[in-house]
């Protein structure tokens, strides 16, 4: 921000504050809104408005259509309007601006894919090869198979699993307590294989790398430390790479998965989207889509006339 001028700073300070300490926004989704509003200010000072208070829809507009011959994609290009809105909302209610430039500001309309889902085959296949790694890997095999038992079990994001202490596992009645987005705290069970696995990883695996470092963390690395979401995402596609034919998805897919698996198996769409820790029902539907998807391709490998 350091060629920014003044006014666009302080902006973009203050918004950063908002966001962390009175949205209570993830450090990621913080860093994601100043990303993004830095590209518009600069993009907004080449225009000569060096004030965020000037800022205009032509201008809002501009720096998107700037976006789009860059190549952005569609769904970028939605983020950056969202995050636009959210600023230009903002300055207005705080007086820094007399009037809501993004109001009227919309969205390129993404194409939604849907995601990669594994099959129950895929699932069993990940787990019983976990499972055997454990004679040859030991801990660390204790500790994938645990990692992979509880993402799948939950459906929880990446960042909630590395985020986890032992405290917030009730073992007994087989629930974790998981902190969402926006610092939102919501309780999530999970089965008797997943349970299994964790109390395995408890008793005889985490014991061999805990340090002073490792603290109340549930999953740990080698050398002690909490794991990482990167290491976290590391050890799914290597245990995946080691199941023949199965896709090569990370945590979000086993998070789309367990979702998939839920609708599948009946569960209803709100207890799902409570489980996801989705704000809104919307986002948890297109798990219904992914159903509905493969469902119809089932029909045509087997219906003679489909």
């Known amino acids: 921000m350091s060629d920014l001028s003044e006014a666009w700073s302080s902006a973009l300070a203050d918004f950063e504050h908002h966001l962390g300490a009175e949205r209570n926004l993830s450090t990621h989704s913080v860093r994601a809104?100043?990303?993004?509003?830095?590209?518009?200010?600069?993009?907004?000072?080449?225009?000569?408005?060096?004030?965020?208070?000037?800022?205009?829809?032509?201008?809002?507009?501009?720096?998107?259509?700037?976006?789009?011959?860059?190549?952005?994609?569609?769904?970028?290009?939605?983020?950056?309007?969202?995050?636009?809105?959210?600023f230009t909302a903002w300055l207005n209610r705080t007086g820094r601006a007399h009037t809501d430039a993004g109001a009227l500001l919309a969205s390129p309309k993404s194409r939604r894919e849907l995601p990669v889902v594994l099959g129950h085959d895929d699932i069993r296949a990940l787990i019983d090869a976990t499972t055997e790694s454990i004679l040859e890997d030991g801990p660390v095999g204790l500790r994938d198979l645990a990692l992979i038992e509880l993402l799948y079990a939950t459906g929880i994001r990446v960042g909630e699993l590395c985020g986890l202490?032992?405290?917030?596992?009730?073992?007994?009645?087989?629930?974790?307590?998981?902190?969402?987005?926006?610092?939102?705290?919501?309780?999530?069970?999970?089965?008797?294989?997943?349970?299994?696995?964790?109390?395995?990883?408890?008793?005889r695996g985490r014991l061999a790398f805990a340090t002073e470092a490792s603290g109340a963390a549930l999953f740990i690395g080698t050398r002690g430390g909490r794991l990482d979401?990167?290491?976290?995402?590391?050890?799914?596609?290597?245990?995946?790479?080691?199941?023949d034919g199965g896709p090569d998805v990370g945590p979000h897919g086993l998070r789309h998965t367990a979702a998939t698996h839920l609708l599948e198996g009946g569960?209803?769409?709100?207890?799902?989207?409570?489980?996801?820790?989705?704000?809104?029902?919307?986002?948890?539907?297109?798990?219904?889509?992914?159903?509905?998807?493969?469902?119809?391709?089932?029909?045509?490998?087997?219906?003679?006339?489909?």
């Open 267 to 306: 569960a209803d769409l709100r207890s799902v989207q409570e489980i996801l820790g989705h704000a809104s029902l919307g986002t948890t539907q297109i798990y219904t889509h992914v159903s509905n998807e493969r469902l119809r391709a089932a029909y045509r490998l087997a219906h003679p006339r489909a």
């Open 165 to 203: 202490d032992i405290d917030d596992l009730d073992r007994e009645r087989r629930v974790v307590r998981v902190l969402g987005k926006g610092r939102k705290e919501r309780a999530v069970p999970y089965g008797a294989p997943a349970g299994d696995a964790v109390a395995l990883w408890l008793e």
């Open 33 to 86: 809104y100043l990303t993004d509003l830095t590209r518009l200010a600069e993009h907004a000072t080449k225009l000569g408005i060096d004030d965020p208070a000037a800022l205009t829809l032509r201008s809002l507009r501009s720096h998107l259509a700037t976006q789009q011959t860059l190549g952005r994609a569609r769904t970028t290009l939605a983020r950056r309007a969202t995050s636009t809105r959210v």
């Open 229 to 243: 979401q990167r290491m976290a995402r590391r050890v799914v596609h290597e245990r995946l790479a080691a199941v």
